[in-house]
């Protein structure tokens, strides 16, 4: 899948809800729009799942920091279908906190820290650092503290599936999404904390 046709679906997501686009693409996190209902901002992360696929990618380098990062923002899900003129959304839309989520997520914060059976996690990082605390200089321990959160013990795109996304969301009215989306926020706002 491409960041193109990707980029295509989340400005036809933001048209849709009418949400205000951020800055784009980072190597920092950003969450893709913002919607202010009666002086309140909401934080708002798009994605959009493959019908025949029935699975939401997430990102690559999936660690803890995200996940926390995840669990404080309002998500969009959007279902897509491929046709010969290109994907289009279907009209199938569902809204959900991080907090709906959180069991998804406390499953990915698990493997993140216990590992698999191939690699290490970062559960096994502490185990290591706690052996090897006074023999390496802090700035070394420092490096390898930042290399295992971050990057080797990170999940590679794990995947929502879409039963998930429809078991922990609420069902957006296709008939007036941006109206319906106002709607819940207003009715769910405390959880935009």
């Not at 990062?69 to 839309?93: D, P």
């Not at 970062?122 to 052996?131: A, F, M, P, R």
């Not at 795109?157 to 109206?179: L, T």
Request: proline share 3%; with cysteine.
């Amino acid at each position: 899948m491409s960041t193109t046709q990707d980029d295509k679906r989340e400005k036809e997501q933001i048209r849709i809800f009418g949400l205000t686009p951020t800055s784009g693409r980072s190597n920092k996190y950003i969450h893709d729009g913002i919607i202010d209902i009666d002086g309140k901002t909401f934080n708002i992360e798009l994605k959009s799942s493959d019908l025949a696929r029935g699975q939401v990618s997430t990102c690559r380098s999936f660690n803890l920091k995200k996940v926390d990062q995840y669990k404080q923002v309002w998500w969009i899900f959007s279902q897509y279908e491929k046709t010969q003129a290109g994907n289009s959304l279907t009209g199938t839309h569902y809204l959900a906190h991080g907090v709906d989520l959180r069991e998804w997520f406390d499953k990915q914060e698990a493997k993140i820290l216990s590992g698999t059976k191939t690699y290490a996690g970062l559960g096994d990082w502490y185990d290591c650092k706690s052996l090897v605390e006074n023999l390496l200089p802090a700035e070394t321990l420092e490096k390898l503290e930042e290399t295992f959160r971050k990057k080797g013990c990170a999940l590679n795109d794990p995947k929502i599936p879409w039963s998930e996304v429809e078991r922990c969301g609420v069902k957006i009215d296709p008939s007036a999404p941006a109206e319906h989306l106002r709607q819940l926020l207003s009715e769910r706002g405390e959880l935009s904390g």
